[in-house]
């Protein structure tokens, strides 16, 4: 890249071989964003063309109007004629002895057929909703597309979350089948999924069970209610109508935190979604039919779903998915994998990011990254050390970093600055895709200017991809999403700020959302979890900063009977209750939790102490003699 000042710009040749390599992209969509996203639907196959582009109903919205579309029609029939024969998809084991799985566009089209009639068998209907608690397998990818083959609505569950949380998340959708694996590897251990899967479904809707045999683990298997999935494939046929979706219908739910612990079903929908996700795809990760991508998330994300599984095969790519931990069994197996493949365009977390850095330079050795061309980085804000190590020892200074804001809600990348396009700023995400109107407001609705810090929107058209809706909640989609500002301005609950070039940084979360390793969880949600420990009378939770994970939980009790080992319950409550991502750094028993004279919980008060910061004013405390106790307390634990 070319610097000029504190700007990065791609090189000529970066440039030249672009998607899109002209600022006049944006001037042109801009200028009528709904003409614009229609012209990038027209690429797609429709069954049936829209009547109108764009419906407001604030809080509601439509996109492509009366459009008739399937997601895998776009990714299958589209394609094969061109790519038949290509790699659509690399699976990578975590074992280094296991071979890898390798299926062209042809043979997962027809893995997917399959199990779309697997599934029509099973009595799955179009409108229904499935559970899906698989790892990192093709059959994740082959059981998604399945379902939006037949216009079932898919809803992934992180297989590292919990049975409570999976429970919760199937109560919600009310599916009744459940597709899951008998095991999985991490870091070297064998992970009980079934297991997590027989506790999750009880107290559900749940009544029948695909299972896919990944280990060979020992199971209990019920019979009538599970089934193999190798067995259930033996002979379908290979071809499946693909259902014809309204644009409006839904296609997946995935749920993000919620504040009170109920998490948020998302509702996404099949024509604004697909178009979404082709384009973003396209043109922020540059992909050419050479491209080799890997995306690290896992499925049970968004960033799973959008990047690792249906913006790379709407666009005909070549995508890597891992089973594994990136630093399994070597601190050095993310870029053994980059050079295994030839890797071109890598995307990763700022967690991640940092944690290459630390394991230093000797994990380098032996990697010259000869074969990327891009870099991605997702989920939160990377800081300016991590973009430069990253910058400096991956990309060789040689490629552009995409630094994408988006969320669960938008469904695909809303903010980075194009990599043919430019500019990068380190620590800034850049400018908004075409045809998106970001806006950082004051408290008052009022436009910010350069260099003030507000909260950053979203305005009509919004984009097609955004949230049609909390499932089942309507009530919390009106006061999450379009409250702050009203019904037609669409609320981040991110804090930004824009420099004087347009390019915008995400200071934080406005809400009680916390970033564990690039997860989303609220700190309500970890006290709802805490609290249900008997001996707990109740609690709080803070985020703190942390040097790798961007930032990690720690937690205030009050109790109502001693606990001896109060860490190990406290730890061992969120393990059962959500998984093993929210492990709380701290744990500290305190007499009294400093609470306003309504009696709410003054967590920055908490988190101050602990990260020793100025407290600020106490004088709407109706305790503020709880202050000095805790200071105390987290002094002599420090
Ligand atoms: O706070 C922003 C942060 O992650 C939030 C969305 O989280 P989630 O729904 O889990 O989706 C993450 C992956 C798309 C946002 O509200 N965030 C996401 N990307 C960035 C970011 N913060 C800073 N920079 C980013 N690139």
Request: hydrophobic share 40%; proline share 6%.
């Amino acid at each position: 890249m070319i610097k000029k000042g504190n700007l990065y710009y791609p090189t000529k040749e970066f440039k030249k071989q672009a998607w899109a390599n002209s600022p006049s992209v944006y001037k042109e969509a801009n200028k009528n964003p709904k003409r614009f996203w229609a012209d990038l639907a027209g690429e797609l196959v429709w069954f049936k063309k829209w009547k109108k582009v764009f419906e407001h109903n604030p809080p509601y919205f439509k996109w492509f109007v009366g459009g008739k579309i399937n997601i895998t029609y776009n990714i299958f029939e589209r394609n094969l004629e061109q790519r038949k024969n290509k790699v659509a998809l690399i699976w990578e084991p975590e074992p280094l002895e296991e071979r890898p799985r390798i299926l062209t566009y042809y043979q997962l089209y027809k893995e997917v057929n399959k199990f779309a009639n697997v599934l029509k068998k099973l009595g799955v209907k179009k409108g229904d909703r499935v559970g899906i608690y698989l790892p990192m397998i093709p059959e994740v990818i082959i059981a998604m597309l399945a379902c939006a083959r037949i216009g079932a609505i898919h809803s992934v569950v992180f297989s590292a979350f919990s049975p409570q949380a999976l429970k919760v998340r199937l109560q919600d959708t009310e599916a009744k089948i459940l597709i899951t694996a008998d095991g999985y590897w991490r870091r070297g251990k064998v992970i009980p999924l079934k297991n997590n899967a027989d506790k999750g479904i009880k107290d559900t809707k749940v009544r029948k069970v695909v299972v896919v045999r990944r280990i060979g683990n020992k199971i209990d298997f019920k019979k009538g209610r599970d089934f193999w999935w190798h067995e259930l494939m033996e002979n379908q046929p290979e071809y499946c109508r693909p259902a014809v979706m309204d644009a409006e219908d839904t296609l997946f739910i995935l749920y993000t935190s919620g504040s009170t612990g109920k998490p948020k079903g998302c509702v996404h929908v099949c024509g604004g979604y697909t178009v979404q996700a082709l384009w973003t795809g396209k043109l922020i990760f540059d992909w050419k039919d050479t491209d080799i991508f890997w995306s690290t998330s896992d499925m049970g994300w968004v960033t799973g779903h959008t990047y690792s599984c249906y913006s790379p095969l709407l666009n005909g790519v070549t995508f890597v998915i891992f089973e594994g931990a990136p630093d399994w069994p070597s601190a050095d197996r993310w870029a053994q994998i980059i050079d295994k493949y030839g890797v071109t365009v890598f995307y990763t977390a700022p967690t991640a990011i940092r944690m290459f850095a630390k394991y230093g330079r000797e994990i380098l050795k032996g990697h010259k990254f000869e074969t990327l061309r891009l870099l991605g980085s997702v989920g939160e804000p990377i800081d300016e050390a991590a973009w430069q190590w990253y910058f400096r020892e991956i990309g060789k200074k040689r490629c552009p970093i995409v630094d994408t804001w988006w969320q669960t809600e938008t469904g695909g990348i809303l903010i980075t600055s194009l990599p043919g396009i430019g500019p990068f700023r380190p620590a800034y995400t850049g400018i908004p895709f075409p045809g998106t109107r970001f806006e950082i407001f004051d408290e008052k609705g009022k436009p910010t200017k350069a260099g003030q810090e507000g909260a950053l929107v979203l305005l009509p058209p919004f984009v097609p991809s955004l949230l049609r809706g909390v499932y089942k909640n309507p009530k919390k989609y009106l006061s999450t999403y379009w409250s702050e500002y009203g019904k037609k301005v669409y609320f981040t609950s991110d804090a930004a700020v824009k420099d004087k070039n347009g390019l915008i940084r995400i200071v934080g979360r406005l809400d009680d959302v916390i970033k564990i390793a690039g997860h989303r969880l609220t700190t309500g949600e970890l006290e709802a979890a805490i609290n249900l420990c008997p001996s707990i009378s109740e609690c709080a939770v803070v985020g703190v900063p942390d040097k790798i994970k961007g930032e990690v939980p720690v937690v205030f009790v009050v109790l109502k009977k001693k606990i001896p080992d109060l860490k190990k319950t406290v730890v061992a409550q969120v393990l059962k209750e959500i998984g093993p991502i929210a492990l709380p750094k701290e744990v500290y028993q305190v007499e009294d939790l400093p609470k306003t004279r309504s009696g709410k919980i003054m967590r920055r008060i908490l988190r101050r102490l602990f990260t020793g910061e100025k407290l600020g004013d106490l004088s709407t405390l109706a305790n503020p003699e709880s202050v000095k106790k805790i200071k105390k307390i987290v002094k002599k634990m420090k």
